[in-house]
């Protein structure tokens, strides 16, 4: 059974910093590129970060580039995000993703490029 797992979130001050990770299981992810999202209220999943889990291929959104960092650690089966200089505009529920056997390189922004996804973690930043 596919499984994505998010941990890591919590409230935290403006300029502080988090570590979110995801243990992905069920199958081989090699081949996969696994994304993050994210959900503030009232607002659409948007796209925070991407990379292939072999490595490489990393992609973020213009409003968190230079603050956050997506690794891999392929012996532990997790993905990583790292995230720093936290804003209140952060605050949100954050979710990974594997990308679907279709996955485009070129709409890695999409969610419709997904088709796993976690539960979610919750993210809160308070100014």
């Known amino acids: 059974q596919v499984q994505l797992v998010e941990s890591g979130g919590g409230v935290v001050q403006a300029g502080d910093s988090l570590r979110l990770a995801c243990v992905a299981s069920g199958r081989s992810w090699n081949d996969n590129y696994m994304g993050w999202f994210r959900r503030a209220p009232g607002k659409e999943r948007e796209f925070v970060a991407s990379m292939r889990w072999s490595g490489g291929r990393i992609f973020y959104a213009d409003s968190v580039k230079g603050r956050f960092t997506i690794s891999t650690d392929r012996a532990k089966n997790t993905l990583y995000l790292q995230m720093k200089n936290l804003k209140p505009t952060d605050t949100a529920a954050y979710y990974c993703?594997?990308?679907?056997?279709?996955?485009?390189?070129?709409?890695?922004?999409?969610?419709?490029?997904?088709?796993?996804w976690g539960r979610g973690t919750q993210v809160t930043v308070s100014s």
């Open positions: 993703a594997a990308g679907s056997p279709y996955y485009s390189l070129y709409e890695y922004y999409k969610t419709n490029q997904y088709d796993f």
